[in-house]
């Protein structure tokens, strides 16, 4: 007997039917109808997009179960919404959106011990052996690794994250700290990482917080004496992932209580994950114990996205979205906006909008407009090559003369103008500035700039060139 829609659904709701209440069965899947079958890929047919919400806040567990016997583990579930006549339209509006397969993050349970330091003085508020509490992970389940899409700028993070989802702990990358500009999919990938391991490992205690709420409940732990139940806490946790840890950067107290959980967690086969927009080598105003431990595991760089990995990021977008869009406008998206993932994102978002809420068609007229407002918003990056080509042009050399060993005073001010410029209109670390100007490490660049800093302030020729490399480069 050949398999189709029908009958595979047909087979879905007798399982189904045997799973839950028969007043929740007529009301949620009785209406519902298949549609089609095609690459192990089941679309059923909804009335609304509430009725798609709610199939997926509450059984979507029990709809890939289902599915999954029928279809074998590669199964997928489409939504169809088909909602009657919109602007007057003859045929009924139809939306195609692909189920997340996943419900919320599970509350976590844990028992704590509950220790007197001294026996003979006892609280007597406290009831004495074990107490459980309830841990939000504060995971967004819509962050995972199905929507991280990998490409040559973030497949190292990427890999090493699944490594780390897949044996937390278990790996050398501990601490694994993910660094890179902004709206690259840092977050992102942090979060997609304790969605996996809540996935594989329900039971281990995951928990998401960025450092900046980290310091304010060190400070009001300071404020209720409560120093050491913050520091035991944190210690009970199995996977900690602290996002934005560069805002620790001169608060000496919060580095000094994170060092400590840090140190317990790791000699305790726990894993601890990191997100930063420095690489560790250009962290400012962080303890160097602090940051030794941040390059024990692996530091791994989050990169722009290439032209094919941008294109794979909008299509995968349109596609969860239920929307179609012609592949020309796609493809002027991803061409034109080039600096980050959220405004690449941003930018379908704004052009879906314009096209519902004016009931416009999408065209490339309509894509330009809004690309334009994003490329205009945005301070263009320039790159680190385009730099020195400026300067070497500016002073009448070749830029293999400006990367030269040479010490001849005009060639050194030339190259340390680059390496100034470097740092200020690109996101590069120093090390990578350094590298690619001349081979140099990460000291000489910050040498450079605090001498262009002071020449600046003492000397009005070498001014002048700030001023017209500043026009240029702008």
Same mark, same amino acid.
């Given at each position: 007997?050949?398999?189709?829609?029908?009958?595979?659904?047909?087979?879905?709701?007798?399982?189904?039917?045997?799973?839950?209440?028969?007043?929740?069965?007529?009301?949620?899947?009785?209406?519902?109808?298949?549609?089609?079958?095609?690459?192990? !890929?089941?679309?059923?047919?909804?009335?609304?997009?509430?009725?798609?919400?709610?199939?997926?806040?509450?059984?979507?567990?029990?709809?890939?179960? !289902?599915?999954?016997?029928?279809?074998?583990?590669? /199964?997928?579930?489409?939504?169809?919404?088909?909602?009657?006549?919109?602007?007057?339209?003859?045929?009924?509006?139809?939306?195609?959106?692909?189920? &997340?397969?996943?419900?919320?993050?599970?509350?976590?349970?844990?028992?704590?011990?509950?220790?007197?330091?001294?026996?003979?003085?006892?609280? @007597?508020?406290? =009831?004495?052996?074990?107490?459980?509490?309830?841990?939000?992970?504060?995971?967004?389940?819509?962050?995972?690794?199905?929507?991280?899409?990998?490409?040559?700028?973030?497949?190292?993070?990427?890999?090493?994250?699944?490594?780390?989802?897949?044996?937390?702990?278990?790996?050398?990358?501990?601490?694994?700290?993910?660094?890179?500009?902004?709206?690259?999919?840092?977050?992102?990938?942090?979060?997609?990482?304790?969605?996996?391991?809540?996935?594989?490992?329900?039971?281990?205690?995951?928990?998401?917080?960025?450092?900046?709420?980290?310091?304010?409940?060190?400070?009001?732990?300071?404020?209720?004496?409560?120093?050491?139940?913050? =520091?035991?806490?944190?210690?009970?946790?199995?996977?900690?992932?602290?996002?934005?840890?560069?805002?620790?950067?001169?608060?000496?107290?919060?580095?000094?209580?994170?060092?400590?959980?840090?140190?317990?967690?790791?000699?305790?086969?726990?894993?601890?994950?990191?997100?930063?927009?420095? /690489?560790?080598?250009?962290?400012?105003?962080?303890?160097?114990?602090?940051?030794?431990?941040?390059?024990?595991?692996?530091?791994?760089?989050?990169?722009? @996205?290439?032209?094919?990995?941008?294109?794979?990021?909008?299509?995968?977008?349109?596609?969860?979205?239920?929307?179609?869009?012609?592949?020309?406008?796609?493809?002027?998206?991803?061409?034109?906006?080039?600096?980050?993932?959220?405004?690449?994102?941003?930018?379908? =978002?704004?052009?879906?909008?314009?096209?519902?809420?004016?009931?416009?068609?999408?065209?490339?007229?309509?894509?330009?407009?809004?690309?334009?407002?994003?490329?205009?918003?945005?301070?263009?990056?320039?790159?680190?090559?385009?730099?020195?080509?400026?300067?070497?042009?500016?002073?009448?050399?070749?830029?293999?003369?400006?990367?030269?060993?040479?010490?001849?005073?005009?060639?050194?001010?030339?190259?340390?103008?680059?390496?100034?410029? /470097?740092?200020?209109?690109?996101?590069?670390?120093?090390? &990578? =500035?350094? &590298?690619?100007?001349?081979?140099?490490?990460?000291?000489?660049?910050?040498?450079?700039?605090?001498?262009?800093?002071?020449?600046?302030?003492?000397?009005?020729?070498?001014?002048?060139?700030?001023?017209?490399?500043?026009?240029?480069?702008?």
């Amino acid at each position: 007997m050949s398999v189709t829609a029908n009958s595979v659904w047909k087979n879905c709701l007798a399982f189904i039917q045997d799973n839950i209440q028969p007043q929740a069965f007529k009301t949620w899947f009785e209406p519902i109808k298949p549609v089609k079958l095609s690459d192990n !890929a089941l679309s059923i047919q909804v009335p609304s997009k509430f009725f798609y919400e709610w199939l997926e806040e509450h059984y979507v567990k029990l709809l890939k179960v !289902a599915l999954t016997k029928e279809l074998g583990e590669n /199964a997928k579930l489409v939504y169809i919404i088909k909602m009657e006549n919109t602007y007057g339209n003859r045929e009924p509006f139809t939306e195609q959106i692909p189920s &997340s397969n996943r419900g919320s993050v599970n509350p976590q349970e844990m028992d704590v011990p509950i220790k007197s330091k001294n026996p003979e003085l006892k609280n @007597p508020f406290v =009831i004495p052996g074990i107490r459980n509490i309830k841990i939000e992970s504060q995971l967004n389940p819509n962050y995972n690794f199905d929507n991280f899409l990998e490409g040559d700028s973030n497949r190292l993070a990427r890999s090493a994250g699944m490594a780390v989802a897949n044996k937390p702990g278990g790996t050398s990358f501990n601490p694994l700290l993910i660094f890179g500009g902004v709206g690259l999919g840092k977050t992102h990938l942090a979060h997609a990482i304790g969605v996996e391991i809540k996935d594989k490992y329900p039971e281990r205690t995951v928990l998401y917080i960025s450092a900046e709420k980290f310091t304010q409940q060190y400070i009001e732990s300071v404020k209720k004496n409560t120093r050491n139940d913050f =520091i035991h806490f944190y210690q009970l946790i199995d996977v900690l992932i602290i996002d934005d840890v560069q805002f620790l950067s001169g608060k000496s107290g919060t580095q000094d209580v994170f060092f400590h959980i840090f140190n317990h967690l790791h000699q305790n086969g726990k894993q601890v994950i990191l997100t930063s927009d420095k /690489a560790p080598v250009d962290m400012q105003d962080i303890e160097q114990r602090l940051l030794s431990r941040f390059k024990w595991g692996l530091s791994a760089e989050l990169q722009n @996205p290439d032209y094919e990995t941008r294109i794979s990021i909008l299509r995968n977008k349109l596609y969860r979205d239920g929307v179609e869009m012609p592949d020309d406008i796609v493809e002027y998206v991803a061409k034109h906006i080039k600096t980050n993932i959220r405004e690449l994102e941003g930018a379908i =978002i704004s052009l879906i909008a314009q096209s519902s809420f004016n009931k416009k068609e999408v065209t490339l007229e309509l894509a330009q407009q809004v690309v334009e407002k994003f490329v205009k918003n945005t301070k263009r990056e320039v790159s680190i090559d385009y730099i020195q080509k400026v300067v070497s042009d500016y002073f009448e050399m070749d830029v293999a003369t400006l990367q030269s060993k040479t010490r001849k005073r005009h060639i050194v001010q030339a190259r340390q103008l680059a390496m100034f410029f /470097a740092k200020k209109f690109t996101k590069a670390s120093l090390a &990578s =500035i350094g &590298s690619q100007i001349g081979k140099r490490d990460h000291a000489t660049v910050l040498h450079a700039c605090k001498t262009v800093d002071n020449l600046a302030e003492t000397d009005k020729q070498f001014r002048k060139y700030i001023e017209d490399l500043t026009k240029k480069l702008s």
